[in-house]
């Protein structure tokens, strides 16, 4: 399996029909590319003052949208913070003063897990 391609990933929007998630590299790093149907795209044009607009059938919400541009950042600092918990209890070692962070890191450690091997295809 290939690495993702490293961020910051920005949306890149041409017109009213197109919207492309791009790498660092730009226009020479394209994720992909989204648009709504034709008839919005007809809709857009007729209506004065053609502009994108997130939410149009066939694309994210602009709110997904940039929750999807942000999955390197997440990625790093989920890593990172496994990395942090892994030196914090490094054999699973749990002091009982500490009995309801350790719970709380536990719940964070499996979430983020999960997380990441979602993120990485190793599971569904
Ligand atoms: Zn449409």
């Not at 989920?78 to 942090?84: C, H």
């Not at 309801?100 to 499996?110: D, F, G, N, P, S």
Request: a negative charge; aromatic letters at 8%; proline letters at 9%.
């Amino acid at each position: 399996m290939s690495e993702p391609t490293p961020g910051p990933w920005k949306w890149h929007i041409s017109d009213y029909s197109m919207a492309t998630l791009e790498g660092p590299g730009g226009d020479e790093q394209r994720l992909m590319s989204v648009s709504p149907c034709k008839s919005c795209c007809n809709y857009a044009k007729s209506d004065g003052e053609p502009e994108w607009k997130w939410g149009r059938c066939m694309t994210p919400s602009e709110a997904d949208a940039r929750l999807i541009a942000a999955a390197p950042e997440l990625l790093a600092a989920i890593e990172a913070a496994l990395r942090i918990e892994s030196l914090w209890c490094p054999n699973g070692d749990i002091n009982p003063e500490h009995d309801e962070e350790v719970a709380t890191l536990w719940r964070m450690r499996q979430m983020f897990t999960e997380a990441v091997a979602r993120a990485k295809g190793a599971a569904p």
